[in-house]
């Protein structure tokens, strides 16, 4: 994983504001698929929410308290459907976040 995130780094267009958490394998992913998890403990987003959070320009709090232009999770959710991946989000008000990706394997060349 530290791998992926040492690629990924110097091609962002502008500096991460915080240290990026780390992506997190897991087992439990299906055989074809390895899933990526990114765990946050900010705020936690309501369950009705968390479809929106994936809309361009769908904020769900003001500027003022939360920078940003509400593009960034819809330019991830593009990138995977391009790559016929699946993103999502499990979260509860108070507990934080935590975001996946789900990526087909490559198959395995013979």
Do not use: C
Request: hydrophobic share 35%; no cysteine.
């Amino acid at each position: 994983m530290e791998k992926i995130q040492k690629k990924l780094l110097p091609h962002l267009p502008l500096p991460p504001l915080l240290p990026l958490p780390p992506l997190l394998p897991t087992p439990d992913s299906p055989p074809q698929w390895i899933r990526l998890w990114v765990q946050d403990n900010g705020i936690g987003i309501a369950s009705e929410d968390q479809q929106r959070i994936f809309n361009v320009f769908d904020r769900l709090h003001g500027s003022e308290g939360y920078p940003g232009m509400g593009i960034g999770l819809a330019i991830v959710r593009k990138g995977v459907e391009r790559m016929d991946g699946r993103v999502g989000v499990e979260s509860q008000i108070g507990q934080g976040s935590r975001f996946w990706i789900e990526l087909a394997k490559a198959p395995k060349s013979q």
